[in-house]
């Protein structure tokens, strides 16, 4: 099916407004309007979801978010979904997508999660035939790269 994930990024931000007053988290959707990609609808829904809900949970308060479609060529789309929050030790980065896999055992324990977030997006990517990598910016904050197949 096709699916618009301009629209779907802001129906998540939406979703989650609450959260982001209560953090004092700016978030701001920069995909052009109807951008679109033939998928599946609640797969690319996760891959948004997680990366957001992972932002609000860890990066900390006061912070922003940001997601952009940085490139396109003539099968893909490049995306960006970053944050300026605290970002992960570089050791971790590689490591981010396995399954159960947390940062900081004593700070994520309190904050729930299984530590399956990671692994469902990366799976949801490669399913829409692109691929992730998390790499920490050089101003603070994690960012994620990644490619969806247009067709
Ligand atoms: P679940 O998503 O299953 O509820 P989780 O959020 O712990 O659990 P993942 O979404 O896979 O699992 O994330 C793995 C770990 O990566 C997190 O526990 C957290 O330590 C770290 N992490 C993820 N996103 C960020 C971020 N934006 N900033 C800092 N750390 C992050
Ligand atoms: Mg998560």
Do not use: W
Not at 8 to 26: D, F, G, H, P, S
Not at 42 to 51: E, T, W
Request: some cysteine.
């Amino acid at each position: 099916e096709q699916v618009n994930l301009t629209v779907m990024m802001q129906n998540i931000l939406n979703e989650v407004a609450l959260e982001l007053e209560e953090k004092q988290i700016t978030a701001s959707n920069f995909l052009p309007h109807g951008l679109t990609v033939s998928g599946n609808a609640s797969l690319l829904y996760s891959i948004f979801r997680n990366l957001t809900d992972n932002a609000i949970a860890y990066a900390g308060t006061g912070i922003s978010i940001t997601v952009r479609c940085f490139r396109e060529d003539e099968r893909f789309y490049y995306f960006s979904f970053s944050d300026t929050g605290i970002g992960v030790a570089p050791e971790h980065l590689s490591r981010l997508f396995e399954r159960f896999y947390r940062v900081d055992k004593g700070r994520s324990r309190k904050l729930g999660g299984t530590g399956l977030g990671l692994a469902i997006v990366k799976n949801a990517v490669i399913l829409h035939g692109g691929t992730i990598f998390a790499k920490n910016n050089p101003g603070g904050g994690l960012e994620f790269i990644f490619t969806l197949c247009k067709e």
